[in-house]
Protein backbone atom coordinates (compact mmCIF):
# COMPACT_ATOMS: atom_id res chain seq x y z
CA UNK A 1 0.00 0.00 0.00
CA UNK A 2 3.00 2.17 1.19
CA UNK A 3 5.04 1.81 -1.86
CA UNK A 4 1.92 2.51 -4.47
CA UNK A 5 1.24 5.61 -2.38
CA UNK A 6 5.05 6.18 -3.50
CA UNK A 7 4.89 5.82 -6.73
CA UNK A 8 1.73 7.83 -6.92
CA UNK A 9 3.79 10.48 -5.77
CA UNK A 10 6.85 9.83 -8.47
CA UNK A 11 3.90 10.42 -10.70
CA UNK A 12 2.31 13.46 -9.74
CA UNK A 13 6.15 15.22 -9.80
CA UNK A 14 5.93 14.53 -13.49
CA UNK A 15 2.26 15.17 -13.90
CA UNK A 16 3.74 19.10 -12.49
CA UNK A 17 6.87 19.16 -14.82
CA UNK A 18 5.59 18.02 -17.73
CA UNK A 19 2.82 20.57 -17.04
CA UNK A 20 5.16 23.00 -17.67
CA UNK A 21 6.56 22.49 -20.82
CA UNK A 22 3.02 22.46 -22.77
CA UNK A 23 3.01 24.58 -25.84
CA UNK A 24 -0.93 26.11 -25.08
CA UNK A 25 -0.70 29.81 -26.91
CA UNK A 26 -4.29 29.44 -28.06
CA UNK A 27 -6.34 28.41 -25.05
CA UNK A 28 -3.62 29.29 -22.22
CA UNK A 29 -4.57 26.13 -20.79
CA UNK A 30 -1.84 23.57 -19.43
CA UNK A 31 -2.08 20.23 -19.22
CA UNK A 32 0.33 17.78 -17.77
CA UNK A 33 0.34 13.59 -17.67
CA UNK A 34 1.94 11.02 -16.44
CA UNK A 35 1.54 7.05 -17.26
CA UNK A 36 3.00 4.88 -15.00
CA UNK A 37 4.01 1.52 -16.65
CA UNK A 38 3.70 -1.92 -15.13
CA UNK A 39 7.25 -1.65 -15.29
CA UNK A 40 7.89 1.01 -13.21
CA UNK A 41 8.30 3.67 -15.61
CA UNK A 42 7.05 7.06 -16.56
CA UNK A 43 6.14 8.83 -19.64
CA UNK A 44 5.06 12.00 -19.07
CA UNK A 45 3.32 14.40 -22.02
CA UNK A 46 2.15 17.84 -22.04
CA UNK A 47 -0.35 19.44 -24.35
CA UNK A 48 0.61 20.86 -27.93
CA UNK A 49 -1.69 23.19 -29.71
CA UNK A 50 -2.13 24.21 -33.10
CA UNK A 51 -3.00 27.37 -34.93
CA UNK A 52 -5.31 25.37 -36.81
CA UNK A 53 -6.65 24.26 -33.49
CA UNK A 54 -7.99 20.52 -34.71
CA UNK A 55 -5.01 18.68 -34.74
CA UNK A 56 -3.91 19.93 -30.84
CA UNK A 57 -3.00 17.12 -29.42
CA UNK A 58 -4.15 16.64 -25.72
CA UNK A 59 -1.59 16.07 -22.72
CA UNK A 60 -2.45 12.34 -22.16
CA UNK A 61 -1.68 11.37 -25.66
CA UNK A 62 1.25 12.56 -26.03
CA UNK A 63 2.14 10.73 -22.81
CA UNK A 64 0.34 6.94 -24.33
CA UNK A 65 2.27 7.88 -27.79
CA UNK A 66 5.29 8.68 -26.00
CA UNK A 67 4.88 4.65 -23.69
CA UNK A 68 3.78 2.70 -26.70
CA UNK A 69 6.24 4.12 -29.11
CA UNK A 70 8.96 2.89 -26.31
CA UNK A 71 7.63 -0.20 -26.42
CA UNK A 72 5.39 -0.31 -23.22
CA UNK A 73 1.86 -0.92 -23.29
CA UNK A 74 1.06 -2.22 -19.74
CA UNK A 75 -0.23 0.61 -17.65
CA UNK A 76 -0.68 0.93 -14.05
CA UNK A 77 -1.94 4.28 -13.42
CA UNK A 78 -2.50 7.57 -15.09
CA UNK A 79 -2.44 11.01 -13.42
CA UNK A 80 -3.44 14.36 -15.29
CA UNK A 81 -3.60 17.77 -13.93
CA UNK A 82 -4.23 21.32 -15.61
CA UNK A 83 -5.48 24.86 -15.69
CA UNK A 84 -4.99 28.09 -16.81
CA UNK A 85 -1.09 28.63 -17.67
CA UNK A 86 1.14 30.01 -15.18
CA UNK A 87 -1.04 29.36 -12.45
CA UNK A 88 -1.61 26.54 -9.75
CA UNK A 89 -4.72 24.56 -11.10
CA UNK A 90 -7.93 25.75 -9.72
CA UNK A 91 -9.87 22.67 -10.32
CA UNK A 92 -9.14 18.57 -11.42
CA UNK A 93 -8.83 18.51 -15.03
CA UNK A 94 -10.59 15.39 -16.45
CA UNK A 95 -10.05 13.77 -19.67
CA UNK A 96 -11.24 14.50 -22.77
CA UNK A 97 -13.34 12.09 -24.43
CA UNK A 98 -11.13 11.61 -27.17
CA UNK A 99 -8.73 10.53 -24.84
CA UNK A 100 -11.09 8.46 -22.45
CA UNK A 101 -11.02 6.55 -25.86
CA UNK A 102 -7.28 5.81 -26.09
CA UNK A 103 -7.37 4.86 -22.47
CA UNK A 104 -10.05 2.13 -23.01
CA UNK A 105 -8.16 1.33 -25.66
CA UNK A 106 -4.97 0.43 -23.71
CA UNK A 107 -6.31 -0.26 -20.17
CA UNK A 108 -8.00 -2.39 -17.83
CA UNK A 109 -11.16 -0.82 -16.63
CA UNK A 110 -10.25 -1.14 -13.36
CA UNK A 111 -6.90 1.10 -13.54
CA UNK A 112 -6.47 4.33 -11.39
CA UNK A 113 -6.69 7.72 -12.94
CA UNK A 114 -5.69 10.39 -10.39
CA UNK A 115 -7.03 13.84 -10.95
CA UNK A 116 -4.93 16.42 -9.37
CA UNK A 117 -5.16 19.89 -8.26
CA UNK A 118 -2.03 19.56 -6.82
CA UNK A 119 0.64 17.12 -5.72
CA UNK A 120 -0.92 16.72 -2.54
CA UNK A 121 -4.58 16.84 -3.69
CA UNK A 122 -6.31 14.61 -5.69
CA UNK A 123 -9.17 12.44 -6.55
CA UNK A 124 -8.59 8.52 -8.13
CA UNK A 125 -11.16 7.19 -10.10
CA UNK A 126 -10.85 4.13 -12.33
CA UNK A 127 -10.89 3.84 -16.37
CA UNK A 128 -14.26 2.14 -16.54
CA UNK A 129 -15.81 5.14 -14.28
CA UNK A 130 -14.54 7.76 -17.11
CA UNK A 131 -16.01 5.75 -20.09
CA UNK A 132 -18.41 3.29 -18.84
CA UNK A 133 -19.66 1.19 -22.10
CA UNK A 134 -17.38 2.08 -24.20
CA UNK A 135 -16.57 0.93 -27.60
CA UNK A 136 -13.98 -2.26 -27.57
CA UNK A 137 -12.11 -4.29 -29.74
CA UNK A 138 -14.49 -6.70 -28.16
CA UNK A 139 -16.73 -5.77 -30.43
CA UNK A 140 -14.71 -5.76 -33.61
CA UNK A 141 -14.13 -9.56 -33.02
CA UNK A 142 -18.09 -10.11 -33.21
CA UNK A 143 -17.50 -9.70 -36.75
CA UNK A 144 -17.01 -12.35 -38.96
CA UNK A 145 -13.93 -10.60 -40.79
CA UNK A 146 -12.08 -9.72 -37.66
CA UNK A 147 -9.41 -12.20 -35.95
CA UNK A 148 -10.02 -11.67 -32.44
CA UNK A 149 -6.45 -11.90 -31.43
CA UNK A 150 -6.79 -8.49 -29.67
N1 LIG B 1 -6.50 19.25 -22.87
C1 LIG B 1 -5.67 18.23 -22.50
O1 LIG B 1 -4.46 18.26 -22.74
N2 LIG B 1 -6.23 17.17 -21.87
C2 LIG B 1 -7.55 17.05 -21.58
O2 LIG B 1 -7.99 16.01 -21.13
C3 LIG B 1 -8.44 18.19 -21.77
C4 LIG B 1 -7.92 19.26 -22.66
C5 LIG B 1 -5.91 20.41 -23.56
C6 LIG B 1 -6.29 20.54 -25.01
C7 LIG B 1 -6.12 22.02 -25.25
O3 LIG B 1 -4.76 22.26 -25.59
C8 LIG B 1 -6.40 22.66 -23.89
O4 LIG B 1 -6.32 21.60 -22.93
C9 LIG B 1 -7.76 23.33 -23.81
O5 LIG B 1 -8.76 22.48 -24.20
Redesign the pocket.
Known sequence: MREIALNYQALLQQVFLYRKRAY?PY?G?S?GAALLGADGRIFGGC?I?NSAYSP?L???RTAFAKAISEGCRDFAALA?A?GPSGEEPRDY????GV?RQWLVEFCRPEMPVILARTPEDYRIYSCGELLPHSFSAKMLCETEESDCSL
Not at 93 to 96: A, L, M, T
Request: aromatic letters at 6%; glycine letters at 6%.
Open positions: ASFVNETCAEVGVSPCC
